[in-house]
């Protein structure tokens, strides 16, 4: 059975909608959410209300969280532009909405697939095609990792386990993957 990968909306409800007809029309009607769904786009209430219809899993992605604290200890520079659109965000989010994203694990188990943002310790961990290293990124007992967070479509073997970045759905080109077992497909869709 096929499983769609979705990573990084940012709040981009046309975006997201574009990658959902994409996958109505291919037949894929299962999906993981590897965080960063909500926060940066003029669409984030749009967006959770979207994936509260879905009922599709939804991992906390660091600018998800960002919306619920704001980190002492950010790895990249927090910048006024995006203190002021996290301001406006919460002003168009009801608290159910918090709620919602309060409920997004830091990991999700599907079987022999492990999904996570950054990776399964930290969601702001980056591992890039060209990294070294990769121990992060080395657990036992999966035979897929997923994750975003790097808005960079790609895949490689990590350990004995498949690594597969979807890409960014805010993408110009929304960007999404379909795994099954361990094969996967990168994908792209218009959304503009």
């Given at each position: 059975?096929?499983?769609a990968?979705?990573?990084d909306?940012h709040?981009?409800?046309r975006a997201l909608?574009?990658v959902?007809?994409e996958l109505?029309?291919l037949g894929?009607?299962?999906a993981?959410?590897?965080?960063?769904?909500v926060?940066?786009?003029?669409?984030?209430?749009?967006?959770?209300?979207r994936l509260?219809?879905?009922?599709?899993?939804?991992?906390l992605?660091?600018?998800d969280?960002?919306?619920?604290e704001?980190?002492?200890?950010?790895?990249?520079?927090?910048?006024?532009?995006?203190l002021e659109?996290r301001?406006w965000?919460l002003?168009?989010?009801?608290e159910?909405?918090l709620?919602q994203?309060?409920?997004?694990?830091?990991?999700?188990?599907l079987?022999s697939?492990?999904a996570?943002?950054?990776?399964?310790?930290?969601?702001?961990d980056?591992l890039?095609?060209?990294?070294?290293?990769?121990?992060?990124?080395?657990?036992?007992?999966f035979?897929?990792?997923?994750?975003?967070h790097t808005?960079q479509?790609?895949?490689?073997v990590?350990?004995n386990?498949?690594?597969?970045n979807?890409g960014?759905?805010?993408?110009?080109?929304a960007e999404?993957?379909?795994?099954t077992?361990?094969s996967?497909?990168?994908?792209?869709?218009?959304?503009?």
């Open positions: 059975m096929s499983l990968l979705v990573s909306a709040g981009n409800d909608a574009a959902v007809d109505a029309r894929i009607d299962r993981v959410c590897l965080g960063d769904m926060q940066g786009g003029d669409n984030p209430r749009e967006v959770l209300d509260s219809e879905l009922g599709w899993p939804v991992v992605g660091n600018a969280d960002f919306l619920l704001i980190p002492d200890d950010s790895p990249e520079e927090i910048t006024d532009a995006q659109k301001l965000t002003a168009h989010l009801d159910r909405h709620e994203i309060r409920a997004f694990p830091r990991t999700v188990e079987g697939l492990l996570f943002h950054g990776s399964p310790g930290s969601y702001d980056v890039l095609p060209e990294s070294d290293d990769d121990m992060p990124w080395r657990v036992d007992g035979d897929v990792l997923a994750g975003g808005h479509q790609w895949t490689r990590v350990g386990a498949l690594y597969v979807p960014a759905v805010m993408s110009d080109v999404f993957a379909i795994l077992g361990r996967v497909s990168f994908h792209q869709v218009a959304w503009q």
